[in-house]
């Protein structure tokens, strides 16, 4: 028998609106320094009505601020498991952005590890296949002026944010945090992943050209969908109706058929 659904308020899911009898839930993952707040437009989209959009926050932003945030990848995909748990009683996807997609697919080998299923689709956006070598070198020991120039050329953070020196000092140990979780994250030797995987990328990503979004496909021993879309690495911000279109297009043959 299925454990009854928490009803008071979780942090983990802060913009939760529950569905009486989701087909689907969609566990969102932000990218370095994102909160769960950069998903809410999700359920305002033309995805399926039957989705229950969850989007995932994470320590150390938004209404989680005074917690520390994770360094490593697999200690926060052991708590986001038991997070997670009760949840997991309907089919479920999941969908990550550039960091989000490491804890994504580290996530999914976690539940297998622990005899919970594993998602139904991997909706990885905007990161090369996480077995691959690095395009570029570590920045999360960099000093804050060379840090902060890197995130320049991610071109993701607004100009008046990046000179803000009071937000900026505010901002750089989560961002610090979040790259040392993606740069020490290393695919152990595994079985691959039975569920399929469904990859985006912007064109304009020279950090994720589309043969690295391609590799997605080796990780898994189901089907790997490559989309392009206009944009570079923050594709999703350039137009989110198109990118959601094609989201609602792969949830679609999730969900029960009438």
């Not at 989680?64 to 490593?72: I, V």
């Amino acid at each position: 028998m299925n454990a009854p659904l928490r009803r008071a308020a979780d942090p983990w899911l802060p913009y939760r609106k529950a569905l009486p009898a989701p087909a689907l839930r969609l566990f969102c993952f932000p990218n370095a320094g994102g909160g769960a707040s950069i998903f809410r437009h999700f359920a305002a989209g033309p995805l399926p009505p039957e989705v229950e959009v969850c989007a995932v926050q994470l320590p150390g932003r938004e209404n989680r601020l005074g917690e520390p945030p994770f360094k490593r990848a697999v200690p926060l995909a052991d708590a986001l498991a038991g997070a997670l748990a009760p949840y997991l009683d309907r089919p479920f996807a999941f969908f990550g952005h550039s960091m989000g997609t490491v804890i994504g697919f580290e996530l999914a080998h976690r539940l297998r590890a622990a005899g919970l299923p594993e998602p139904s689709l991997l909706v990885m956006a905007g990161r090369q296949a996480p077995h691959l070598p690095p395009k570029r070198e570590p920045v999360h020991a960099l000093p804050d002026a060379d840090l902060i120039a890197r995130l320049r050329e991610y071109d993701g953070t607004p100009q008046a944010v990046l000179e803000h020196e009071e937000l900026m000092t505010l901002m750089l140990p989560l961002l610090r945090a979040d790259f040392e979780l993606v740069e020490t994250y290393e695919v152990p030797e595994r079985p691959p992943l039975s569920c399929p995987i469904a990859v985006y990328g912007g064109l304009e990503d020279r950090d994720a050209p589309r043969p690295d979004l391609e590799a997605w496909g080796e990780l898994t021993a189901g089907a790997c969908r490559v989309r392009m879309f206009p944009g570079g690495h923050f594709f999703l911000h350039r137009d989110r109706r198109l990118a959601l279109t094609a989201l609602a297009e792969d949830l679609l043959p999730l969900l029960p058929r009438p």
